[in-house]
């Protein structure tokens, strides 16, 4: 009953920076469709749940096994959730060519949606859309891919088998105009006490999206309120969503229970590091009444880091100290959304013993290492993540006088909890060849 992981990376392509019609992670995507193909005498179902879905080769290949009389159940966001902007010419990674035509990431999806919607021969494919926004301050500017954010950002699958079960998350959007990043992706098959959870949650997800068919595009606020399912939190699997009551809070203490009982050392990789002395507003919450600043997973790593614990930190974004500018005037870091609260935590960071820093432009992947325990996931760790707010109701919003909201604040993720120590050796040679890397900074 294996597990496996498989990484990509720039390194793994000639240039980097050009955008391949096979996808931003042609490998993982090849992992990904060898590992159905192996085995696709014995599977009866696969649901995909990908934040992006416009990956053509993706989606001719999943038609190809429903037509062969597998189920196939697809759950992206809405249409409009997709950028349309800054087109660019995409290049078949096989072939060389390239388009004569520049698209965007909704050009492609918008491909792929119309032939679902208006197809009639579909046979055994079929194609939801879960709508909810979700939203906790009337302060947020118009999202870059539609008006609000939509909350669906996991990237798995779970595949049933005649006998037994398959389990793939991944880092990566598998997405077109995508550029390469440093992605990953796990395999479970098998393993007990992953696939009750699994099994549960896509049940709950279908039921609560929308028929492609059924879904018609407008901002509709009444669509971001779910009723609650009963859901049973997992040591191996842990998931939130907006029908999973206070999910994203208890996603906090959970991961927060791993931490302190490190022994040795803490690897945080993800592309964003902002979850620090955030602020919860419980004015947003049905039972919950005390605002409060909550320490955040970093706050819990930088208290560790104090008591001995080795700590290593990644990540993709970073912001320097005003002071420390210069020192870094020859470096180009993509920012976080919130600057002062990450200058912050580098602040405390800074005089942390036992803690180093690296900072790769290229960091996609989502993981931490804690002794000998690997937690993957789907999701940032950034305040967002960690906030589950039952009674959102804004009326209108400052920067967006003619857009209200009401409902519930959370993310759909995901993390699995894996002990097996290949797997955690394999992601420990990940860092190591992150660190490694000429594009690597060490800040700290």
Known sequence: MPIH????????????FDFYEQGGSPFLLQEFIRTIENDKNNIEE???????FNNQYLY??????????????????????????NPKVLKNLDTGKKTTQELTKY????KIFGEVYRSTSLKNFHFYVFSHLYVRSANIKKFSRGTLPYSLHIKSAYIKKKNGYLLLMSSSNLAVRDLVKNESMICIENEPGYEETANTFYKNLIERSIAIKDYRSSLNTTCNTHDKAAFQFSDSIYITAPFYDNSANHLEITLINYLEAAKEKIIICAQHLAAFNYNFNATHHSTLEKNETRQGILGVVLKMADKGISVTCLSQTFAPLPQDEQKFKDVKFRS???TRNFQKFYTQLKNTKNATYFINNDIHSKYIIIDNLLIYCSYNFTPTQFIYLDDVNIPTFKNMPNVSYTGIHCEVGMHVVIKDRKIIKSFEANVANIKNKKQTIQVK
């Open 60 to 85: 001719n290949y999943l038609k190809e096994v429903a037509a062969n009389g597998i189920t196939v159940n697809v759950i992206t966001i809405p249409l409009e959730g997709y950028d349309n902007n």
């Open 5 to 16: 992981c498989y990484f990509d990376e720039p390194d793994n392509y000639k240039n980097q």
């Open 336 to 338: 976080p959304v919130n």
């Open 107 to 110: 050009n492609l999806a918008r």
């Open 46 to 52: 696969i649901n995909i749940s990908w934040y992006l």
